[in-house]
């Protein structure tokens, strides 16, 4: 398809060959679109396991108007779906207080997020959050299971990691700090946990955060654009955000997924500063580089060595073995060959939906047109009346 | 040659500052009885000296389908038709095809799941796990294990053309095969004739093809073997002898029950429940195993048959 505009080279130039990961649409065309859509929710649905559950719900909207909004839901439905029985298999033990805090922060997040042209990965401190975005550990029980059986077995058991989401604050017999003063710290005689992983330390998503974490005051640094990958320095076989367990009506996953998906839609994604992903995905592909600079390219002719990783066609390739398993370890943290792609298709996904609809601002719908005008960024605002 | 093109593909090199552990080697323990043919089904007797040792020709570097194998990728989501979600606890999403698609070509239902835990156990997934490359105690003992296994078949067995390479070889691949009774697979189905007796050991490591062999086994032991419940799966995978009542066999013995023991453990750690009669049934049947050919087939097209 042709480019025409080429707006991406406004950031970078390679960001063209990166949008082409995720592949071209016209978004003039309501059909071409939804066959886009499809295809990133089959990468998705693929890497993270629920592709018969999508393939399945795809089917079912077959025949009916099915639109951009009914495949969306449908998908999401299909994870929900999915991640039942991967909970079933992986999850700690239940907490339903963490599951409501995480979701209600998640809702003030989107919100903070489209304000602030920034929802691909949200930067916000946890006393503009609900409650804190902490939770008690010793919040109500679920009455019944929300979405499949809830196993008790041990992370180790099931081959994942420790959950070091959450940090324990104990406040109680400590002089008051200049939070708990303003009001912005838990009451001091509660014990509560961190609802999210406070990722201050240098990650593959940024530099180190100029805020330090203390008790409940902590910067909640949560990349939804690539949920589950929401942390920059857990990019290893388990992504973080499918550890977040639901219980009715509390599903923190899916409210993220919604999120991660919302951003391939022209409203959500015309919304975001474009600038911002840029730098997040700059720092990922240096920091990346930093790790798997030994990694040779791959050659049609070989030879390949058997469970080696290679570069190939723009993401991570392991010859006749698994990228679940191929790692690489550095200073910010492990890195699957799996968890990298995964991300490099997300960055992909946002930039060549991006691309698409820059190419025909006038087929936007009205809404997007407006967050068009509303968006900080300089690349993208006088574009409407350009077309126009 | 072949410590370097295994070890030296798994260093994926140092960067500053960065240790990559891509390839990194899991070593097990095994009994140098795996694999062997059975002598419930005796083997075709063959008085020819194995190629690789009775002629002068300089022998050729690459097995007849090596190459082609290499090319063909890990089977897809697409080349299957099961459930690639329920019950597969923490196996790999890019190998559950591979065990899917040996469970759907062999009509074995419940393969996939026992074929996963069978590989954690063995290699921890890893395709190109071996033991006898290197000079540990284990490494020394697999050798022993694949010569020992060489001398006392190879008579009675057709010819490999890298016999002499198979006897030293040791054993690897996602379920630690022994090299020598790898490479005769499928000799007693066939009468005589073994599809991978051209092939250089190394093909063990190919997934695709080390998964044929698995499957061949698999159907041997249901078939030829007493085995009560799953658990002798894993047995008769350490060893065919831990399925014998004694005083022949070690059924029963401490050995027996501490394999079949660290098979469940092996089974939780991966997170497959083997009593979910929903994905695995409480018996693996064989009655629509298709034969040794068109398992190979199906798992490696048409390309290479011997």
């Keep these: ?388 | 040659m072949m410590r370097a093109n295994v070890i030296g593909g798994l260093g994926l090199g140092i960067a500053a500052g960065a240790a990559i552990t891509a390839g990194a080697v899991y070593l097990y323990k095994r009994s140098g009885k795996a694999i062997a043919t059975d002598a419930a089904v005796p083997l075709p007797a063959s008085d020819e000296e194995p190629t690789s040792d009775s002629t002068d020709d300089p022998a050729p570097e690459k097995g007849k389908s090596e190459d082609a194998w290499s090319l063909l990728p890990l089977p897809s989501d697409d080349d299957v038709d099961g459930d690639l979600e329920t019950n597969w606890g923490s196996t790999p999403r890019d190998l559950r095809p591979l065990f899917l698609l040996a469970e759907e070509v062999t009509g074995i239902v419940g393969a996939g799941r026992i074929l996963s835990v069978i590989s954690f156990g063995e290699s921890r997934w890893r395709p190109e796990a071996h033991n006898g490359a290197g000079d540990t105690k284990l490494d020394r003992n697999e050798r022993d294990a694949s010569q020992n296994a060489y001398e006392a078949a190879w008579k009675r067995n057709p010819p490999l053309t890298f016999g002499a390479e198979s006897a030293s070889f040791g054993s690897g691949g996602l379920f630690g095969m022994l090299s020598p009774y790898f490479l005769w697979t499928g000799v007693n189905e066939l009468r005589g004739r073994a599809l991978l007796a051209a092939e250089h050991p190394r093909v063990i490591f190919l997934p695709r093809v080390s998964a044929f062999v698995a499957c061949v086994y698999l159907q041997r032991l249901l078939d030829h073997y007493r085995v009560d419940d799953h658990l002798d799966i894993k047995a008769g995978w350490a060893s065919p002898g831990y399925l014998r009542e004694p005083p022949e066999g070690g059924r029963g013995g401490d050995g027996h029950q501490r394999v079949r023991a660290k098979f469940s453990q092996h089974a939780a750690e991966v997170g497959i429940d083997l009593d979910d009669l929903s994905t695995i049934p409480k018996r693996l049947s064989t009655k629509s195993w298709p034969g040794v050919q068109v398992v190979f087939d199906r798992l490696l097209g048409t390309v290479g048959v011997a």
């Design chain 1, 1 to 388: 398809m042709n480019n025409g505009l080429q707006i991406l080279d406004c950031y970078d130039r390679e960001l063209n060959a990166v949008a082409d990961l995720a592949g071209d649409f016209d978004a003039a065309s309501a059909a071409d679109r939804e066959a886009w859509e499809i295809r990133q929710w089959r990468e998705v649905a693929r890497a993270l396991g629920f592709a018969q559950q999508l393939d399945a719900a795809v089917a079912k909207l077959r025949g009916r108007t099915a639109g951009s909004i009914g495949l969306s839901e449908a998908g999401v439905q299909a994870f929900l779906h999915a991640l039942g029985d991967q909970h079933a298999e992986h999850m700690p033990a239940y907490n339903l207080d963490r599951a409501r805090v995480r979701h209600l922060c998640l809702t003030t997040l989107r919100s903070i997020g489209a304000e602030t042209h920034s929802l691909f990965r949200l930067d916000t401190l946890s006393t503009r959050l609900p409650e804190r975005a902490c939770y008690r550990p010793e919040g109500p029980q679920p009455p019944t299971r929300p979405t499949g059986p809830i196993g008790i077995t041990t992370p180790s058991a099931s081959g994942g990691p420790v959950d070091r989401t959450v940090a324990r604050l104990v406040l109680g017999g400590r002089p008051p700090t200049i939070e708990t003063l303003l009001g912005l710290a838990a009451p001091s005689d509660e014990e509560v946990f961190r609802a999210f992983r406070s990722e201050v330390a240098p990650s593959y998503f940024a530099d180190k955060h100029p805020t330090p974490a203390s008790g409940s005051s902590y910067p909640v640094l949560l990349s939804l654009g690539t949920f589950p990958f929401v942390h920059g320095g857990l990019l290893g076989r388990h992504a973080p955000g499918l550890r977040w367990e639901a219980g009715r009506p509390w599903s923190p996953a899916a409210l993220a997924m919604r999120t991660m998906v919302s951003l391939w839609e022209p409203a959500a994604n015309l919304t975001q500063d474009a600038r911002l992903v840029v730098r997040q995905y700059q720092h990922f592909r240096v920091t990346t580089d930093v790790v798997l600079g030994d990694v040779p390219q791959w050659t049609g002719d070989g030879p390949h060595t058997i469970g080696a990783l290679y570069r190939r066609d723009g993401l991570l390739h392991v010859h006749q073995g698994s990228a679940e398993l191929a790692r690489c370890t550095g200073p910010r943290g492990e890195l699957t060959a799996f968890a990298y792609n995964y991300v490099l298709r997300r960055f992909a996904s946002f930039f060549a939906a991006r691309r698409a609809f820059l190419r025909t601002p006038s087929a936007l719908p009205s809404e997007a047109r407006a967050a068009l005008a509303k968006n900080p960024d300089p690349c993208v605002r006088s574009l409407p009346r350009k077309a126009s």
